[in-house]
């Protein structure tokens, strides 16, 4: 199983980035997708899980209303919407499977497989 994220990069205050994350080697729309991050000296932080139809969303008070969570299970892709990043939006961003299809995970030990991460750094 392997999961790619990518789209990470350098961008100011204020701007949108979308992140992707695809999915290979596992049945893809078999499972829930999960967003996390982690920050420079912090914990990895649960950001936004998707269900495996998409039907189901959640997301984390620091992200909601920002942030986007969509899946494309033909592309085998799950995708992050950043919008009015902040510089405590700086970390490294991980996209995660979880086989529990039908629940939004928001735990780390709910999922089974990791991306490698992609680094967002937001500065000016």
């Known amino acids: 199983v392997q999961l790619q994220a990518s789209g990470g990069g350098l961008v100011q205050p204020g701007d949108s980035l979308r992140l992707s994350c695809v999915g290979s080697?596992?049945?893809?729309?078999?499972?829930?997708m999960g967003w996390f991050r982690r920050a420079p000296g912090k914990g990895r932080e649960f950001l936004a899980g998707i269900s495996k139809t998409g039907s189901n969303t959640k997301y984390s008070d620091s992200v909601e209303g920002r942030f986007t969570v969509s899946r494309d299970n033909f592309k085998n892709t799950v995708y992050l919407q950043m919008d009015t990043v902040t510089p405590a939006d700086t970390a490294v961003y991980y996209c995660?499977?979880?086989?529990?299809?039908?629940?939004?995970?928001?735990?780390?030990?709910?999922?089974?497989?990791w991306g490698q991460g992609t680094l967002v750094t937001v500065s000016s």
């Open positions: 080697g596992l049945t893809f729309n078999n499972y829930g």
């Open positions: 995660a499977a979880n086989p529990r299809g039908i629940h939004v995970g928001t735990r780390e030990f709910e999922y089974d497989y």
